[in-house]
Each structure stands twice: as C-alpha cells, then as structure tokens.
C-alpha cells in the first residue's frame, strides 16, 4: 500500500471509525488516510484517539497494514489486561498512553516488554 494522502478533517457527516467501529460524529476532528493499494483507492477513517492508540501499539500487530477493527480491539484488550485492568476503554487506554509519553521521553516500559517476548 502507498500512501497518498492523509490528515484531519472535520465530519461533514456522521462516519464509522475503521479502528473501533464505533461513530464519528458529525463536527468532529478525524485522521484520514488514503492508500494506492494495487491500483485501487482505499480511504481509512479514524477517531483521533483510535489513531493515536494504534500508532502507540503498532508492535502488537503482526501486520500494520492489515488491521481490522477485530484486530484492533483485541490489542486494546490485551493492553487493558496487561497495563490497566477492567474494562477495555479506548480513552483509558489513550489516557494511559499519554501518561506514559509524559513521564518518560524514551520509548516506553511496555514496548521494551513486548520485543522482549
Ligand atoms: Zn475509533
């Protein structure tokens, strides 16, 4: 896949967020991607926390390019498991992530524990 194109937008309509699947709703801020993928145009829409979320946990997927929101998930639920405990929350997790950011400017703790693995 080539990336053509990405950024943020605002919603000019409600739209389903590749990642989680749950809704962007319409005024909100959105990451957007377009991709060549072998001729064909692919257009990913993400919540901006979803995004942020997937570029932090990128080592937990085997294939980047080939996320699913089944895939996604799971790798939320297993950050959940690992790192914060209950129920699965992508803003707990972004709040997580970001604390994470904030109190070490270097890689983080679990990223180090999951190339170990
Ligand atoms: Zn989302």
């Given at each position: 896949?080539?990336?053509?194109?990405?950024?943020?937008?605002?919603?000019?309509?409600t739209?389903?967020?590749?990642?989680?699947?749950?809704?962007?709703?319409?005024?909100?801020?959105?990451?957007?991607?377009?991709?060549?993928?072998?001729g064909e145009?692919?257009?990913?829409?993400?919540?901006?926390?979803?995004?942020?979320?997937?570029?932090?946990?990128?080592?937990?997927?085997?294939?980047?390019?080939?996320?699913?929101?089944?895939?996604?998930?799971?790798?939320?639920?297993?950050?959940?498991?690992?790192?914060?405990?209950?129920?699965?929350?992508?803003?707990?997790?972004y709040?997580?992530?970001?604390?994470?950011?904030?109190?070490?400017?270097?890689?983080?703790?679990?990223?180090?524990?999951?190339?170990?693995?």
């Amino acid at each position: 896949m080539i990336l053509l194109k990405d950024g943020e937008r605002k919603a000019r309509k409600t739209h389903t967020c590749d990642l989680c699947g749950e809704k962007i709703e319409k005024g909100e801020i959105y990451k957007f991607a377009v991709y060549n993928s072998s001729g064909e145009l692919l257009e990913f829409k993400n919540h901006k926390k979803c995004d942020y979320v997937f570029g932090e946990l990128t080592l937990m997927f085997s294939d980047p390019e080939d996320v699913s929101t089944s895939v996604f998930l799971e790798a939320c639920d297993d950050f959940t498991e690992m790192f914060i405990g209950g129920e699965t929350d992508i803003n707990a997790i972004y709040e997580h992530l970001q604390y994470f950011r904030l109190a070490k400017n270097e890689k983080m703790p679990w990223k180090l524990y999951c190339v170990k693995r």
